[in-house]
């Protein structure tokens, strides 16, 4: 079946369907290579309750800002009562023409330690005064073999294992013992940082989530072979969950 999941302009007219559905504001984020990005931020968000969201900052990984768009089409009647820093689309110019960088060649995810990207600075700015239970950055890989996932280890809340085990229900985790060189069990690397190594190679998002915003940061990758349905679900699966955990917490009070 043909999609258009590299369409960016229906992209964002669904994103506008949703925002009206959901009585929230499709907000400017920036203007990059010719495109106009957007974000929404819902009035739930406050205190360190909240859920950061994003997905397309690599070009060549559709399903992720088609599986962030599908389920926020299937929420948009609960959307505006979450905590949610949602980035629909981080790198237009890169989904259109199925490419990781943007039309210099700059991959915006080694960019976030400081504000010379004029998208990656507009980023950290909507996300400044922000503090999150949760980000998902939300990614794909061809030489994966399965889905897998980051965490970044900072304490007793993690939980990654689970959310591996709700995609694990739509596609297999990724069998490989070394994953990207780093070691992986059952799909999952969990890892702390050294800010020196990334000082050298860029801050990641997550790596900057993680340091200045978020309690737990995930980076979820599913394998671009598969089939393009598969993967949207699978990164589905992983967001149902998250806003299952965040829920939990905002209904707690
Ligand atoms: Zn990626």
């Known amino acids: 079946m043909l999609h258009r999941s590299?369409?960016?302009a229906h992209l964002i007219a669904r994103w506008r369907s949703v925002a009206r559905a959901a009585g929230l504001r499709l907000r400017t984020l920036a203007k990059d290579d010719g495109s106009d990005l957007f974000y929404i931020e819902t009035p739930r968000l406050a205190g360190n309750a909240g859920l950061?969201?994003?997905?397309?900052?690599?070009?060549?990984?559709?399903?992720?800002?088609?599986?962030?768009a599908r389920w926020?089409?299937?929420?948009?009647?609960?959307?505006?009562?979450?905590?949610?820093?949602?980035?629909?689309?981080?790198?237009?110019?890169?989904?259109?023409?199925?490419?990781?960088t943007d039309s210099r060649g700059r991959d915006l995810n080694r960019m976030f330690h400081d504000?010379?990207?004029?998208?990656?600075?507009?980023?950290?700015?909507?996300?400044q005064p922000h503090r999150f239970h949760i980000a998902l950055p939300m990614h794909e890989d061809y030489d994966a073999q399965g889905i897998y996932l980051?965490?970044?280890?900072?304490?007793?809340?993690?939980?990654?294992e689970e959310l591996l085990r709700r995609a694990a229900k739509i596609l297999p985790a990724d069998p490989r013992v070394k994953i990207d060189s780093s070691t992986a069990k059952n799909g999952l690397i969990r890892r702390r940082i050294s800010p020196k190594k990334f000082e050298t190679m860029g801050y990641p998002e997550a790596i900057w989530l993680h340091l200045f915003h978020s309690e737990n940061t995930f980076t979820f990758e599913t394998p671009s072979e598969a089939a393009l349905d598969m993967?949207?679900?699978?990164?589905?699966?992983?967001?149902?969950?998250?806003?299952?955990?965040i829920a939990r917490r905002t209904n707690r009070g």
Request: proline share 8%; charged share 25%; net charge positive.
């Open 72 to 100: 926020a089409e299937k929420n948009a009647a609960r959307l505006a009562e979450l905590p949610l820093l949602i980035f629909p689309c981080l790198n237009p110019w890169g989904l259109r023409n199925n490419v990781r």
């Open 6 to 8: 590299h369409d960016y």
């Open 231 to 245: 993967r949207v679900r699978a990164h589905m699966a992983v967001l149902d969950e998250c806003v299952r955990r």
């Open 115 to 127: 504000d010379r990207h004029p998208v990656v600075a507009a980023v950290r700015k909507v996300t």
């Open 52 to 68: 950061y969201l994003s997905a397309g900052i690599h070009g060549d990984e559709p399903a992720a800002p088609e599986a962030l």
């Open 150 to 160: 980051y965490e970044v280890q900072r304490g007793p809340h993690d939980f990654g």
